[in-house]
T-cell receptor, first 117, second 113 residues
């Protein structure tokens, strides 16, 4: 089955530094990947949609200069949280849509717990 | 726009009890409907799905039927286990090749022995 690997699973960084989160589709090509943010005991909030080889589409209210998304290949998308602050601490999850087969559902990564101190 | 409404939680049940988690939706056209499950500290796993009206999705003893007339996709299981304890999200995907998923708020299920 389709597998999405997300790395790292946990990261602690100092305020003001940048953190990169990777999302890889291991056994399929993904033309589209989605990045979500999840606050404790809350639902997933879509941050942006990234398409391979083009600029990401950000949801309203999401700072594109703070959350940099790159989708340089059909198997890798990255989210970089720039100049992180404690309020950026959250659980970030990616999901991927297969390029060739649309099974209507998207495969999710295991998430990244970011803590900014 | 599209939206998904889930019943308020949390839900606590005894093992082998019957489970129903309500989910209703608002969408244009004919969306696909999903239930995802999230175990503590993990990402989401697809539990089941239905892509058209009257379809029944099923997996691991869980079932949900796509009811267009009531715009609902309630999740049921006849006998829950402690291992079913998790957060459950109802979601829909609109029409279109790269349509995004819209999630409900999620509900925490705790099953006690």
């Amino acid at each position: 089955g389709a597998v999405v690997s997300q790395h790292p699973s946990r990261v602690i960084c100092k305020s003001g530094t940048s953190v990169k989160i990777e999302c890889r589709s291991l056994d399929f090509q993904a033309t589209t990947m989605f990045w979500y943010r999840q606050f404790p005991k809350q639902s997933l909030m879509l941050m942006a949609t990234s398409n391979e080889g083009s600029k990401a589409t950000y949801e309203q209210g999401v700072e594109k200069d703070k959350f940099l998304i790159n989708h340089a290949s059909l198997t890798l998308s990255t989210l970089t949280v720039t100049s992180a602050h404690p309020e950026d601490s959250s659980f970030y999850i990616c999901s991927a849509k297969p390029a060739l087969v649309d099974n209507y559902g998207y495969t999710f990564g295991s998430g990244t717990r970011l803590t900014v101190v | 726009g599209d939206s998904v409404t889930q019943m308020e939680g949390p839900v606590t049940l005894s093992e082998e009890a019957f489970l129903t988690i309500n989910c209703t939706y608002t969408a244009t056209g004919y969306p696909s409907l999903f239930w995802y499950v999230q175990y503590p500290g993990e990402g989401l796993q697809l539990l089941l799905k239905a892509t058209k009206a009257d379809d029944k999705g099923s997996n691991k003893g869980f079932e949900a039927t796509y009811r267009k007339e009531t715009t609902s996709f309630h999740l049921e299981k006849g006998s829950v286990q402690v291992s079913d304890s998790a957060v459950y999200f109802c979601a829909l995907r609109g029409t279109g090749a790269n349509s995004k998923l819209t999630f409900g708020k999620g509900i925490t299920l705790s099953v006690r022995p």
